[in-house]
């Protein structure tokens, strides 16, 4: 990544990402040393500079599952839009919120672009995780429907 240079068209993926490190900006004067928190445009997910790790991690899992509780206190109005959007899904409500942090994770603007090879990738990983989280459910009756959307995801997808 140029740390300096005149702006132009981005070079590399990381500058096609962030423009303010195309222009070599990186904050507001005096900002220098500070870590900040960027949202990377193609996910959900936010990085913070020089910080990669556990704590990281943690707290992006955590950011993942907030949104996901967003959607769930949203108006009655706008909450019945979000059923109608899964009344028809191969993706059942309930499987979505057990897969939240998985799925507003990935980078899903790289998939969507033509001729991907991310797409399919995402696709399979998405078919194991289905797998493992059924898997990792006990034999209790607690999670038999979470079990059952679970299973008919896999099916059905």
């Known amino acids: 990544t140029r740390a300096e240079g005149p702006p132009g068209p981005p070079r590399t993926e990381q ?9 070599g900006a990186r904050g507001p004067p005096g900002a ?3 870590k900040q928190k960027q949202r990377d445009p193609g996910t959900t997910q936010d990085r913070a500079e020089g910080s990669p790790g556990a704590a990281g991690a943690e707290s992006e899992q ?3 599952r907030d949104r996901w ?3 769930q206190n949203l108006a009655n109005t706008y909450l019945e839009q979000v059923h ?3 009344a028809g899904s191969a993706l ?6 057990c897969l939240a942090a998985w799925i507003e994770g990935q980078n899903w603007r790289q998939a969507a672009e ?3 090879s991310h797409a399919p990738m995402l696709f399979h990983s998405l078919l194991v995780l289905l797998g493992e989280s059924l898997g990792s459910l006990g034999s209790g009756h607690e999670d ?3 079990k059952h959307n679970l299973r008919k995801a896999h099916r059905d997808l």
Not at 15 to 23: F, K
Not at 92 to 97: E, G, K, L, Y
């Open 84 to 86: 109608q959007l899964y």
């Open 92 to 97: 059942p409500m309930a499987v979505r919120q």
């Open 144 to 146: 038999f429907m979470l």
């Open 69 to 71: 509780q967003e959607v």
């Open 62 to 64: 955590r950011d993942h």
């Open 15 to 23: 500058e096609q990402r962030d423009p303010q490190e195309r222009a």
């Open 32 to 34: 220098a040393g500070v």
């Open 114 to 116: 033509p001729l991907s």
